[in-house]
């Protein structure tokens, strides 16, 4: 289904009850934040918000396709599963070779399909240009800030158009824009992305780098932007297809740039190679820590265009689920078939939890039809686009079910022996990871777990010994939870107050040594005080804290192999970690408190606590880095 604007997709979530209208003034600095956050968290991701009264000509969207029912609405179909095959084909026309000419005339029909969703370029004005600002101020839009110690306001949802500037080639890319001044913001693309490829050829060339950026219209151009798309391959013609219609193009006003003429907004501008870089951030990001500052381009914006009737889209991330994992779902079951097609036959299913924030954890299910075939999988994902930055990767065998955390924890425990089914593996990391000793590269953890030498009888673990037993241990382990070991999968997790441990590798070495864990796989680490009846809780923490070389070890315990997993925060003194540790991202209380206060006349349903309160004996500090003396 193509939408003729953002403001009729509105109009379609409201038909279906997705959409909940807030017409009292609610500020953008942090309220919007907070209401979004405990609407994003509820079972099935609430509702998208549209505020209406910003204290600007124009509303905010938020939470737009943070629902699978939603994300399904914006892409125009009932099942993302039912668009797998089609984008499986519709990429295989574009990475297949053709070296015959019989092979090229069998294609004709498939590519002329295809043609009609090719993006068109169009003449004099578009939609998106109905009112013109030549002497552009961004604080004319309602651009949020998020949290607290974000290092301003950020524009979340930008499609960053740039055009390589040797070949022609446009790459619609998503960077969040930091609001530096009235027409400057940052460009935060990362030194992985095409963005950041073309900024160095401009560089090179010492030109100006000519950049639109757009927001709004069709959420299928959103979602684009963000779609792991093989480099050189347009984004609008994906688009063009999700819509069933053609993306039709029309060039700015002061830069020699195509955007889509129905959007909500343009900015335009360009970045100056020559200039030094800005101190961009800190910010609240999708890890659900705060990304620190760092040196980013400079944009300067030389016009802003809008449609008469605009609205202003924005996403809010932080701890998961936010509607990000929404967006990322869509991605993992829609391109399970290309990369089926054109790399993995053997790969029958994959599912990147929520918990993993993308790339921190993969989950694979595959044929195994011959010895090593599952370290190919490894080879092959590892070095495979975006799945190079991803930590752990599980495969298993194809009659487990990858949404069943049980099922899969418990074969893991009765199947892996970890003196041989783990492989530590390095190479890059998300630019936004925090744990590695090195920016943007550390090591990676493989699990072979699609041995099928299942182990039939249960563990000899007694729950009120190893209770008592570890808490006697030590008065620093200040909470268990059981609730794996509960249900006959060896697990424990346990939660020490780590700033008080003076010699923290050697009370993980006498720990682990006990004879009361003789019989678990595996003795769980975390510093979340209480926090830890929440299993999805604890994966994400786990997960966004370890470097698996550094904090997986394997101990011999009266003849069986005890894994020792270190997921507390690297920020300790006696950890000698070598860069700043992020703090978890959490609303303010004075924000908190006038939400509270203001809601019942929001008229957006029942009262909602908000999801930062578990988190605030977490930080150390009331800062973006957590600096622990």
């Not at 705060?290 to 009737?309: E, G, M, N, Q």
């Not at 006959?488 to 346990?494: F, G, R, V």
């Not at 470097?547 to 997993?565: A, E, F, H, K, Q």
Request: contains cysteine.
């Amino acid at each position: 289904m193509a939408y003729k604007s953002l403001s009729h997709f509105i109009d379609v979530l409201e038909q279906n009850g997705e959409l909940l209208r807030v017409k009292r003034f609610v500020d953008p600095v942090l309220e919007i934040t907070e209401i979004t956050d405990r609407h994003s968290k509820l079972p099935g991701g609430g509702k998208a918000l549209l505020f209406e009264n910003t204290g600007t000509n124009f509303p905010v969207l938020t939470n737009a396709l943070g629902s699978e029912r939603r994300i399904c609405l914006a892409l125009g179909t009932n099942n993302l599963e039912a668009l797998r095959d089609d984008v499986g084909r519709l990429l295989e026309q574009f990475t297949r070779p053709r070296g015959s000419l019989w092979s090229k005339i069998s294609a004709l029909p498939e590519l002329t399909r295809v043609a009609s969703w090719m993006p068109a370029s169009r003449t004099g004005k578009g939609i998106c240009q109905q009112v013109v600002h030549y002497n552009p101020h961004l604080d004319m839009l309602p651009v949020l800030k998020c949290w607290p110690h974000d290092g301003g306001k950020f524009i979340t949802l930008p499609m960053v158009h740039t055009v390589d500037p040797n070949t022609g080639t446009r790459n619609v890319g998503m960077y969040r824009m930091q609001i530096f001044d009235s027409s400057h913001t940052g460009m935060h693309w990362h030194k992985h992305k095409t963005g950041a490829k073309h900024f160095e050829e401009y560089k090179g060339l010492g030109k100006l780098m000519p950049i639109a950026v757009t927001l709004g219209g069709d959420p299928a151009y959103t979602y684009a932007a963000t779609a792991p798309m093989p480099e050189n391959v347009d984004e609008y013609i994906l688009a063009g297809f999700l819509r069933k219609k053609r993306v039709r193009l029309v060039k700015c006003l002061t830069v020699d740039i195509e955007v889509p003429e129905d959007v909500d907004f343009v900015i335009e501008g360009y970045v100056d190679p020559s200039e030094e870089p800005a101190w961009e951030g800190p910010f609240g990001d999708h890890t659900g820590f705060y990304s620190l500052a760092d040196w980013y381009p400079r944009f300067k914006v030389t016009c802003i265009t809008h449609r008469a009737d605009a609205v202003y889209p924005a996403t809010i991330v932080g701890v998961p689920p936010m509607e990000d994992a929404y967006i990322a779902k869509a991605t993992e079951r829609i391109f399970l078939e290309p990369i089926r097609r054109t790399l993995l036959p053997e790969l029958t299913d994959m599912v990147l939890p929520t918990e993993g924030v993308a790339h921190n954890i993969a989950l694979v299910k595959i044929k195994d039809e011959f010895q090593g075939q599952a370290y190919r999988v490894m080879n092959a994902l590892w070095g495979a686009g975006q799945m190079m930055f991803n930590k752990v990767l599980v495969a298993f065998p194809n009659n487990i079910n990858l949404t069943d955390g049980y099922q899969m924890l418990n074969h893991i425990c009765r199947t892996v022996n970890p003196q041989f089914d783990l492989f530590f593996g390095k190479g890059p990391l998300d630019v936004l990871d925090h744990s590695s000793n090195q920016f943007a590269f550390g090591s990676k953890l493989f699990i072979d777990a699609t041995a099928l030498n299942y182990r039939e009888t249960g563990f000899n673990i007694n729950i009120d010994d190893i209770k008592s037993s570890t808490l006697a241990f030590s008065n620093h382990i200040v909470a268990l939870n059981l609730t794996l070991i509960e249900k006959d999968i060896p697990i424990l997790i346990a939660s020490v107050r780590k700033k008080e441990i003076e010699d923290w590798q050697l009370f993980k070495q006498e720990l682990t040594l006990q004879p009361i864990f003789q019989d678990l796989f595996a003795l769980v680490l975390v510093d979340l005080e209480n926090q830890i009846d929440d299993l999805s809780l604890v994966l994400w923490f786990l997960s966004g804290n370890i470097d698996p070389s550094r904090d997986l070890s394997i101990t011999r315990v009266n003849g069986s192999n005890l894994i020792l997993i270190d997921g507390t925060r690297k920020a300790y003194p006696t950890d000698n970690f070598p860069r700043l540790w992020p703090n978890i991202v959490t609303m303010d209380g004075e924000t908190i408190e006038r939400v509270d206060q203001m809601w019942h006349w929001l008229d957006i349903g029942e009262f909602i606590e908000s999801p930062s309160l578990k988190f605030f004996n977490l930080n150390q500090t009331d800062d973006a880095v957590m600096r622990i003396q």
